[in-house]
């Protein structure tokens, strides 16, 4: 199985910055897709931003200019740069990995957006 440990949630002033990490472990070689994925309270989760093996990167129109995502393919890990926070970027933050047709999911962490 593959296991998602995520940090680097947490407070921030609007306007201010956050990195997110995401490890994935396991019995596992290689992951195809890792993305974002965000859902505040009530409503639906919205994908953030995805990047395959090859580099090649996706984001929410809502993100893109401020977001980055990026994966260290030798460790398996994914991470997302927040710059430019505005209180609607406010959410439980969730990383995702694709593995042989399964889909694997962290357990969130939480950004919060003080405006």
């Known amino acids: 199985q593959v296991q998602l440990v995520e940090s680097g949630g947490g407070l921030v002033q609007a306007g201010g910055s956050l990195r997110l990490s995401c490890a994935a472990s396991?019995?596992?070689?290689?992951?195809?897709?890792m993305a974002w994925y965000r859902r505040a309270p009530g409503k639906q989760r919205e994908l953030v931003a995805r990047?395959?093996?090859?580099?090649?990167?996706n984001y929410a129109d809502s993100v893109k200019g401020r977001f980055t995502i990026s994966r260290d393919n030798a460790k398996n890990t994914v991470y997302l740069q927040m710059n430019s926070l505005k209180p609607e970027d406010t959410a439980v933050y969730y990383c995702?990995?694709?593995?042989?047709?399964?889909?694997?999911w962290g357990q969130g962490t939480q950004v919060t957006v003080s405006s």
């Open positions: 995702a990995a694709d593995y042989q047709s399964l889909r694997y």
């Open positions: 396991g019995s596992i070689f290689r992951l195809n897709v």
């Open positions: 990047i395959i093996s090859g580099g090649s990167t």
